[in-house]
């Protein structure tokens, strides 16, 4: 059984630029989820996919934005970047009808200069 | 609103001691309940889960949990801790957000095993 993976482990970008953050989800599972986690802090809720389409938002402005592909693959795609973006940001993969039980990848370290 | 406190930032126990973290949540609805484990740079391993059922879960690596209605609580708990238990713990609940389900997660309670 593949865990979830995600790609790049680290990145370094400049304030105003956009970035892609790419994870594949655990073998079987059909829901992603993104999370961001700033320094020092619990992980917080970005968004949720399902069949392709956005299933559940958090408290996130729009400049974030996702998608799911056939294969159940998703993106994370962040635009006009703020310093406050710099996190670690974390995928989770599950079932639909136990999208609670949510498994998690190693996450990638965004650093916004 | 849902939220998830765990009260103790940061906590030390000697090896072989026995640890009990602390989780209080708030939510309207019969809660689904998590622990999670993360090590430095590393991202979230379930250590177990609630979501009916025998309030007392066990779960992997020898921690266990115990789900209390009345106080809102679910405390993780291991009788013998190792030095590899060393990490940051999350508590967290499952939120239907609009049509999926969201992790609300506490603030995290870092423990320290001394030799």
């Known amino acids: 059984e593949t865990g979830v993976t995600q790609s790049p482990t680290h990145l370094i970008k400049t304030r105003g630029q956009q970035v892609t953050l790419r994870c594949s989800s655990q073998?079987?599972?059909?829901?992603v989820s993104w999370y961001q986690q700033a320094l020092g802090q619990g992980p917080q809720f970005i968004f949720q996919?399902?069949?392709?389409?956005?299933?559940g938002r958090g408290n996130f402005p729009p400049r974030f934005s996702g998608l799911q592909f056939p294969n159940y693959s998703s993106e994370l795609n962040v635009n006009a970047l703020e310093l406050d973006d710099s996190a670690l940001y974390l995928c989770?993969?599950?079932?639909?009808?136990?999208?609670?039980?949510?498994?998690f990848g190693p996450g990638t370290r965004l650093t916004v200069t | 609103a849902q939220s998830v406190t765990q009260p103790d930032i940061h906590i030390t126990v000697s090896e072989g001691a026995s640890l009990e973290l602390r989780c209080n949540y708030s939510?309207?609805?019969?809660?689904?309940l998590f622990w999670y484990v993360q090590s430095p740079g590393q991202g979230l391993q379930l250590l177990l889960k609630?979501?009916?059922?025998?309030?007392l879960v066990q779960g992997i690596k020898g921690f266990e949990a115990e789900f209390k209605r009345s106080q809102s609580s679910f405390n993780l708990r291991k009788p013998s801790v190792h030095w590899s238990d060393a990490a940051e713990y999350f508590c967290?609940?499952?939120?239907?957000?609009?049509?999926?389900?969201?992790?609300?997660f506490g603030k995290g309670t870092t423990l320290s095993v001394s030799s």
């Open positions: 989770a993969s599950s079932l639909v009808d136990r999208a609670a039980e949510q498994y």
């Open positions: 073998s079987g599972h059909n829901t």
């Open positions: 996919y399902y069949r392709e389409e956005e299933n």
């Open positions: 939510y309207g609805a019969t809660p689904y």
């Open positions: 609630y979501f009916s059922g025998d309030t």
């Open positions: 967290a609940v499952g939120s239907l957000n609009q049509a999926g389900t969201a992790l609300i």
